[in-house]
């Protein structure tokens, strides 16, 4: 059993991953920023370094796993401040304290940090080719790749990085900067309209299949390591779209359809060889069934019928 600290761990990815170590024995702290009742929580927000010292202090721990971010390119755009104070400035003190305190360090990167590259988006790209990230969020988070494998030199520290491809499911609450599959769900069961970008192929990971491979990284730690965590099947955003209206019973008429998003990589095609071999990463849930799962779990959230 291992003492792990999660940030950000009242969040989508967080709130399940939480769930699977403990049900896997370890002993899980959680902070995030609202108050709550969870015994082993601590309201703590990252950007404040004395926040997080005086957790340490009484709660020494294996390995942290860095969730705390702010999420989004148009959340990055529209409120910059938070982004880069959260992001970066956050990352770097829980870097600071890993070099005094010695923890393993896992750290939640993006598939954003591939920017404008056009092949398959391997882990070792982003060490042999120039990219371009292609806005403020993607920025932040190549930032703090970087600045871990600067500590990594200078200071011995010990990280793995994992790079989410489209994460959906139940727990991810809406709001106008959250995923393209949470708000295309919303929308339809709300009878709002949205846009639908028809040039731009992904594949999406159900958030179960995302947090047992993630769980498992603490139990076969690799220092210096670096994964995608994706799916298996590519589909556009329309094929979603569809998916949706269909599980939702919703008008198509709500949708609008627009060719491609600015500064929006447009295919991502994702090696998870990797997280296969290492990981499990398996995916157990197909989009189909991820969606009405999500679609349910939205109607009894919103008490939507």
């Known amino acids: 059993m291992s003492r792990i600290f999660v940030t950000g761990g009242l969040g989508t990815v967080g709130t399940h991953l939480v769930a699977e170590l403990r049900s896997r024995g370890h002993e899980v702290w959680v902070c995030d920023l609202p108050h709550h009742h969870d015994p082993q929580y601590v309201r703590c927000d990252v950007r404040e370094y004395r926040q997080l010292e005086r957790f340490f202090a009484a709660h ?161 730690f690799k220092p210096g390591e670096v994964y995608n965590i994706g799916g298996k099947t590519y589909h556009d955003m329309k094929q979603v779209s569809d998916m949706i209206l269909r599980a939702t019973g919703a008008s198509e008429s709500l949708v609008t359809y627009k060719e491609a998003e600015v500064l929006t990589t447009k295919w991502k095609k994702v090696d998870i060889s990797k997280a296969e071999r290492d990981l499990g990463l398996k995916e157990t849930v197909s989009l189909a069934d991820g969606i009405e799962q999500t679609v349910d779990w939205m109607r009894q959230t919103y008490g939507i019928s």
Request: proline share 3%; net charge negative; aromatic share 14%.
């Open 60 to 220: 020494p721990v294996d390995y942290v796993y860095h969730l705390a971010a702010e999420f989004g390119r148009w959340n990055g755009e529209d409120f910059f401040e938070n982004l880069w104070m959260t992001n970066a400035v956050g990352t770097k003190n829980i870097i600071r304290l890993q070099e005094k305190l010695k923890f393993r360090l896992i750290h939640f990167s993006s598939s954003e940090v591939y920017g404008d590259f056009e092949g398959v988006m391997k882990e070792e790209v982003m060490d042999t080719v120039p990219i371009k990230q292609m806005n403020d969020y993607a920025m932040t988070k190549w930032v703090n790749e970087m600045q871990i494998l600067n500590s990594a030199t200078l200071y011995g520290t010990e990280s793995v990085r994992v790079r989410l491809f489209n994460t959906y499911g139940p727990g991810e609450h809406y709001s106008p900067y959250r995923s393209a599959v949470c708000l295309f769900c919303y929308r339809a069961l709300n009878s709002i309209p949205y846009t639908v970008y028809l040039n731009h192929t992904r594949t999406s990971t159900y958030i179960t299949d995302c947090v047992r491979a993630l769980a498992t990284i603490c139990e076969k």
